[in-house]
């Protein structure tokens, strides 16, 4: 079954081909970031005006590389929820209108599960289903908008077992970067400099450490920002090098360490990182180093596959239309989706 995906939520337009929910056909995302660069952040009205502008481009371009034509497609999958309206709605519109003029029915997506479902996805090209999560287990969702911890019972079970009490992880790394001015987006950059740094030069909290598996980035945020004044005040400006490093050893120490909690809570031998933070290489390679004594199943999608795509929404796409078909719930094939900004888990 091909599913065609598409992604719009926030500032890349994407465009997908997966086969069977696993098999990446194309995956063509297109990443408005030097656009709102100038701004410090993102700017929603030209994020819904660029994706506008490409959506089109990058579908011809997502069946080109596919090698598939427009009847190939069984089924269209979009994300409809959580992210800024605006945006959503141009993709939203975009998959109305190609289900409504080629009868192909629609599938509407929340982004955080397309997140979860990156962990099902095989690199382009490979049929290698060995790396594939086995359920239940645990996912890290750590983006620029979300922190959570979810329990995957099965394909269509998710329990959030811990998230954050107030900032996202990746939202506490583009507010670093701002002191710094590092530019937008901040974790790339951050994640650049910290590998030339010293992460115990400076101590930053651990937050809620020992409560529960909710987490609080608002803290370091703001230790952050005092470490940097005060720094500035005795005229030894802080080193960005060790100041990086230090914060993003902060971060990491947290967010594994709740995670491991969280499977031995839960009895989980799998644990799946998923979101734009995760694409971060020391991150990954702390993860393995801390989860291997514990026996840990890590999944770490490619980087590719951590920040939004459209190949993650139509791999989603796919497992609930088949759950739609095999449950005899007939399939609505044109439903009136509604964007949902709020849509969570
Ligand atoms: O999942 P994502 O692409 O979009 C959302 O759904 O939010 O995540 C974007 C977030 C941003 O906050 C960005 O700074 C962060 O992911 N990010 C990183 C890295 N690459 C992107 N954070 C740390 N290290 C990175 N290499
Ligand atoms: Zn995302």
Redesign the pocket.
């Known amino acids: 079954m091909i599913v065609l995906g598409i992604e719009t939520?926030?500032d890349?337009t994407s465009v997908a081909v997966v086969k069977d929910g696993t098999e990446v056909l194309s995956n063509i995302v297109y990443s408005q970031i030097v656009k709102h660069r100038p701004y410090g952040g993102i700017v929603p009205e030209i994020a819904s005006r660029l994706h506008a502008e490409c959506i089109h481009d990058l579908y011809k371009r997502a069946l080109d590389q596919a090698g598939i034509t427009v009847s190939d497609i069984d089924v269209c999958a979009v994300t409809h929820g959580p992210g800024l309206e605006g945006s959503l709605l141009v993709g939203v519109m975009f998959a109305k209108t190609f289900s409504k003029l080629t009868g192909v029915p629609l599938v509407p997506v929340n982004?955080l599960e397309g997140?979860i479902y990156s962990g099902f996805l095989d690199a382009v090209g490979s049929t290698d289903t060995s790396s594939q999560p086995l359920f239940p287990f645990i996912s890290l969702i750590v983006?620029?908008?979300?922190t959570q911890l979810v329990r995957v019972h099965d394909y269509f079970n998710f329990e959030i077992v811990g998230q954050t009490r107030d900032d996202a992880a990746?939202?506490a790394?583009?507010k670093v970067a701002r002191l710094l001015e590092l530019g937008y987006?901040?974790?790339?950059v951050?994640?650049r400099l910290a590998k030339e740094g010293n992460p115990k030069a400076y101590t930053f909290p651990r937050a809620m450490k020992h409560q529960g598996l909710d987490f609080s980035f608002s803290g370091l945020k703001t230790a952050v920002v005092q470490t940097f004044k005060e720094q500035q005040k005795l005229g030894t400006p802080v080193v960005p090098e060790d100041f990086c490093a230090s914060f993003q050893k902060a971060v990491s120490d947290i967010l594994i360490f709740k995670s491991l909690k969280a499977c031995q809570e839960s009895q989980c031998s799998t644990l799946l990182l998923c979101?734009?933070?995760t694409?971060?290489?020391t991150?990954r390679e702390s993860f393995a180093v801390e989860a291997a004594p514990h026996n840990i199943r890590l999944l770490i999608p490619p980087p590719s596959y951590?920040?939004?795509n459209a190949a993650m929404i139509a791999s989603a796409g796919y497992f609930k239309y088949q759950h739609q078909i095999t449950t005899h719930t007939e399939p609505t094939l044109y439903p009136d989706i509604r964007v949902i900004p709020n849509l969570s888990l």
Do not use: K, Q, Y
């Not at 987006?185 to 790339?188: E, K, T």
């Open positions: 939520s926030c890349e982004h997140h983006s620029g908008g979300h990746g939202e790394f583009d987006p901040g974790g790339p951050i994640e979101g734009g933070v694409a971060n290489r991150l951590s920040t939004d």
